[in-house]
Nanobody, 121 residues
Framework: VQLQASGGGLVQAGGSLRLSCAAS????????VGWFRQAPGKEREFVAA????????YYTDYVKGRFTISRDNTKNTVYLQMNSLKPEDTAVYYC???????????????WGLGTQVTVSS
């Protein structure tokens, strides 16, 4: 499966962005899809994940209540709605697909190119 992330940009603190992760080549029906982010000089970290069947979701504590992961099966796309953005959310955001729920990047075997999110104070 090939993934393409989009929707990043520059936004002021308190603003919102919606990231999209579009899949091609295969359906995402059998995959967990995760969003990760990586800030300069830091390791890639887990943000959220969703099962493609059933809609189970998981979030890192730091984004709970602000970010929402969802999916549109008809479009083979997963979204990350980001509200109340903070400067600390600035990073390159990546989507990834894998066979199981995991907060660890190596568990995902398909990755999209990242999309830059910059939150100004």
């Amino acid at each position: 499966v090939q993934l393409q992330a989009s929707g990043g940009g520059l936004v002021q603190a308190g603003g919102s962005l919606r990231l999209s992760c579009a899949a091609s080549g295969r359906t995402l029906n059998n995959y967990w899809v995760g969003w990760f982010r990586q800030a300069p000089g830091k390791e890639r970290e887990f943000v959220a994940a969703i099962s493609y069947i059933g809609g189970r979701t998981y979030y890192t504590d730091y984004v709970k209540g602000r970010f929402t992961i969802s999916r549109d099966n008809t479009k083979n796309t997963v979204y990350l709605q980001m509200n109340s953005l903070k400067p600390e959310d600035t990073a390159v955001y990546y989507c990834a697909a894998g066979p199981v729920m995991s907060r660890n990047p190596p568990s995902y075997n398909a990755w999209g190119l990242g999309t830059q999110v910059t939150v100004s104070s």
